[in-house]
């Protein structure tokens, strides 16, 4: 028999577990603590994680996603939601879901106790996340995280590859 990842946890186990303590550096008032139950059930595909902002401070920072999909879902407090640029209250069975491309999004905990969600979505291992506020992007490759100035960033077309003109049939920038 091989070992098998454990499928149920029940909530007096996950209480009980450590936090995982995340500041994005990026983002001073950031102060997130994390439980990943999707890691410790074995999954591989799919981040699952419970997170827990403590009163006055921040998830990460206003951000996007290229290429992996998240989703949160406010277990227990309140909260503030930035969503492309318009501010919502949030609380417990509120659901926000993020598409990819995803329209930016920021969550803070401006009230006196902690604000408690599940998030969750894909672990492609590659994805591209984009600052607005700040005029950065993050590139995650599963292996480093990349900081990047926009500023910086050059697109390039077919034709800088091609001297002679792409090949027939070549689609891109």
């Known amino acids: 028999m091989t070992d098998q990842p454990k499928p149920l946890w029940t909530a007096?186990?996950?209480a009980a577990l450590p936090e995982v303590h995340i500041r994005h550096p990026l983002n001073p008032a950031s102060d997130v603590h994390l439980r990943p139950v999707?890691?410790?059930?074995?999954?591989?595909?799919l981040a699952l994680t419970i997170a827990r902002v403590p009163p006055g401070r921040e998830s990460f920072i206003y951000h996007?996603?290229?290429r992996d999909e998240e989703?949160?879902?406010?277990?227990?407090g309140r909260g503030r939601a930035l969503i492309d640029g318009r501010e919502h209250e949030v609380g417990a069975g509120d659901i926000m879901a993020f598409p990819t491309p995803s329209v930016a999004h920021h969550l803070a905990n401006p009230y006196e106790e902690?604000?408690?969600y599940l998030m969750g979505g894909e672990?492609?291992?590659?994805?591209v996340g984009t600052f607005?506020?700040?005029g950065k992007r993050i590139l995650f490759t599963g292996r480093e995280i990349l900081l990047l100035d926009e500023a910086d960033i050059r697109k390039l077309s077919?034709?800088?590859f091609f001297p002679d003109g792409p090949p027939a049939g070549a689609t891109g920038p």
């Not at 989703?71 to 227990?76: M, N, Q």
């Not at 672990?123 to 994805?127: E, I, V, W």
């Open 123 to 127: 672990r492609s291992g590659l994805d």
């Open 114 to 116: 902690d604000l408690v």
């Open 158 to 160: 077919l034709a800088e």
């Open 64 to 66: 996007a996603h290229e």
């Open 71 to 76: 989703f949160l879902v406010i277990l227990s």
């Open 132 to 134: 607005p506020g700040i």
């Open 38 to 45: 999707g890691q410790m059930a074995g999954l591989r595909r």
């Open 12 to 14: 007096a186990e996950i």
